[in-house]
């Protein structure tokens, strides 16, 4: 350090006498300097007497809790991945669905008209069925009338017959 004289100044030859002023100014410095360093050195023996034995227990600790950390984020990291992955199939599965849902639909719409034409065509059927059944009726209705207009035709013919043999003979 740069110390200057704690005198007025120099006198030819001779010392001047200290100044007061001066050597306060300078004691009062050294004072606040020497209770700086004071406090330092109280820091530093307060350090001293610190135990970091545990320290290195804990640095460990830590190091492992950030390596499982980050064990954990890659982890993670593949499941949001794997999720990514499951969203885009989920997606490609709903197209999929939506177009067979609209397949379906139009399947379901066209078996519904063919539904449709075949309660008409069944309608149809029945009504021809019924008016079969009416003609079959009304032909065994006809066989009866016919098979007793034949046998009324035939007692007639012989009484026809017998008219004109009778005829005949006289």
């Known amino acids: 350090a740069k110390l200057t004289p704690l005198t007025s100044g120099p006198v030819e030859g001779k010392l001047r006498p200290l100044n007061a002023e001066t050597v306060e100014n300078r004691l009062g410095g050294m004072l606040d300097e020497l209770q700086a360093m004071s406090k330092s050195l109280g820091s530093l023996k307060a350090l001293q007497e610190v135990d ?53 639909g139009g399947v379901l719409s066209e078996t519904n008209q063919q539904m449709s034409a075949m309660n008409s065509f069944y309608v149809s059927l029945n009504d021809v ?23 009324k035709l035939t007692g007639l013919n012989s009484v026809y017959g017998n008219v004109l043999s009778a005829f005949k003979q006289s």
């Open 52 to 104: 970091f034995s545990d320290t290195k227990n804990q640095l460990e600790s830590m190091s492992n809790f950030y390596q499982r950390m980050n064990e954990a984020m890659v982890s993670l990291n593949d499941a949001v991945e794997d999720t990514k992955v499951y969203k885009e199939q989920l997606t490609s599965l709903n197209t999929n669905l939506s177009s067979l849902n609209e397949v379906y």
């Open 129 to 151: 069925v019924s008016r079969l059944n009416e003609a079959a009726e009304d032909a065994t209705s006809y066989k009866e009338q016919l098979a007793s207009l034949n046998s």
